[in-house]
C-alpha cells in the first residue's frame, strides 16, 4: 500500500488532486492530508486552519484538508496490468478501452483495436507475452519494485497510459518506460498535472521512441529536450490542455 506523501496524486469520490500537506492540524488528533484539488470548486480554503497557513494552495479557494485513510493513492504499473489483463472476463468499458494510441492519416485518427475482445483473456493472459497494452485510466501511480516490470511484461512495444490522472510526474514514467525496451509507441494523453522532470537527463530513458501521444497535457517540451534525447521519434501529437 502506498504511503501519503506531500506530492502524491490521489482520487477521492470520484474528484482527483494533489497532496500538498502531511501531518497533525491542531486542535485535532491524528494525521491529516491538505489537499488540492483539480477541481477547485471543491476546496473550503487555501490551506490555512485557524489562522495558520500549512500550505498555500496553487488556485485559492481550491484546498481541503482529509483523513489519509479516505484517498486513495492508485496502484502500481504491474498490478494494474495484471488486474486487466488476468481476469477471466472483460467488461464492455474494458473492451472498448482496450486500443492502442490513435494512428495519424493526414487529418484523421484512426483507433487500431489491439485484440478482439472476445479473445482478451485467451491472448492476453500471459503477461510476459503482451506486446500491445492498454492501461487507460487504470489509475496507475507507480513503477512498483525495482525491475518488477522488466521480470513481468519486457516485450510490451505499444503502451496506452492515458488518463492516468495519478501518475505525478515524468520521472515515474521514466522509470517504467526504461524496464520497457522493445517500447516504441507511448501515449501520455490526459494526464492534466504530469509535470516535466527536474533533470531533462530523465527524458534519455525515452530515447527509443517512435511515436508518442501528449494531447490534452498542461506541459509543452521545449525542442532541444525532444531533439535531443527523444532522437528516433518519428511521429508526435502534442495538444495543451486548455
Known amino acids: 500500500m502506498m504511503a501519503v506523501t506531500v506530492g502524491a496524486r490521489y482520487v477521492c469520490g470520484g474528484y ?27 476546496g473550503k480554503h487555501s490551506g490555512e486552519h485557524n489562522g495558520v497557513q500549512y500550505f498555500i494552495s496553487s488556485v485559492p479557494g481550491s484546498a481541503s484538508f482529509l483523513r489519509p485513510k479516505k484517498i486513495t493513492l492508485g496502484t502500481s504499473f504491474v498490478e494494474a496490468l495484471a488486474e486487466r489483463y488476468r481476469r477471466e472476463s472483460a467488461t464492455a468499458e474494458d ?26 483473456t485467451e491472448k492476453q493472459s500471459h503477461l510476459d507475452t503482451l506486446q500491445s497494452v492498454s492501461l487507460r485510466g487504470m489509475l496507475v501511480a507507480s513503477a512498483g519494485s525495482e525491475g518488477e516490470i522488466l521480470n513481468t511484461s519486457p516485450n510490451v512495444a505499444e503502451l496506452d497510459l492515458s488518463r492516468n490522472l495519478l501518475l505525478p510526474s515524468m520521472e515515474v514514467v521514466a522509470d517504467i518506460v526504461k524496464q520497457l525496451p522493445y ?34 497535457v498542461c506541459i509543452s517540451w521545449p525542442k532541444v529536450h525532444v531533439h535531443m534525447y527523444l532522437p528516433q521519434l518519428l511521429h508526435n501529437q502534442w495538444s495543451k490542455h486548455k
Open 95 to 120: 473492451q472498448v478501452d482496450m486500443y492502442l494510441p490513435a494512428t495519424a492519416k493526414g487529418s484523421h485518427i484512426t483507433p487500431v483495436e489491439l485484440v478482439g475482445a472476445e479473445k482478451i
Open 183 to 216: 517500447l516504441r509507441s507511448l501515449d501520455l494523453s490526459e494526464n492534466r498535472q504530469l509535470q516535466l522532470p527536474r533533470q531533462p537527463t530523465a527524458l534519455q530513458s525515452f530515447s527509443h521512441l517512435k511515436v508518442l501521444y501528449l494531447n490534452s
Open 16 to 42: 482527483f488532486g494533489t497532496v500538498r500537506f502531511v501531518g497533525e492540524v491542531p486542535p485535532s488528533e491524528g494525521s491529516w492530508a491538505g489537499v488540492e484539488w483539480d477541481d477547485s470548486t471543491r
